[in-house]
Nanobody, 125 residues
């Protein structure tokens, strides 16, 4: 599985961005997928997870109500819509996938089998 993230950029606080993750090698419906982020000097944290079936979503408390993870199976794409962005959302964002159909809640880094390259999101105040 190869994952390619894109869509990061610079945005003012209160603005929106949509991150995209293109998956290749296997259909995205065969594994849980998620987005993580890592700010300078901090550990990588899970932001959102979408179950392999597409029926379950999980979010970190810090982004609930502002971020939405979704999938377009026909294009093998996963998205992260980020609204009402805050300066504390500034980080490198990574898409990720585990190895199969688990749906055990929000992914943690130890569960990730495949990482995409990061895309920088910077939110100015």
């Amino acid at each position: 599985v190869q994952l390619q993230a894109s869509g990061g950029g610079l945005v003012q606080a209160g603005g929106s961005l949509r991150l995209s993750c293109a998956a290749s090698g296997r259909a995205s419906s065969t594994y849980d997928m998620g987005w993580f982020r890592q700010a300078p000097g901090k550990e990588r944290e899970s932001v959102a997870t979408l179950s392999w079936s597409g029926t379950s979503t999980y979010y970190a408390d810090s982004v609930k109500g502002r971020f939405t993870i979704s999938r377009d199976s026909t294009k093998n794409m996963v998205y992260l819509q980020m609204n009402s962005l805050k300066p504390e959302d500034t980080a490198v964002y990574y898409c990720a996938a585990n190895r199969g159909r688990y749906n055990t809640g929000i992914l943690n880094p130890s569960q990730v089998a495949y990482w995409g390259q990061g895309t920088q999101v910077t939110v100015s105040s």
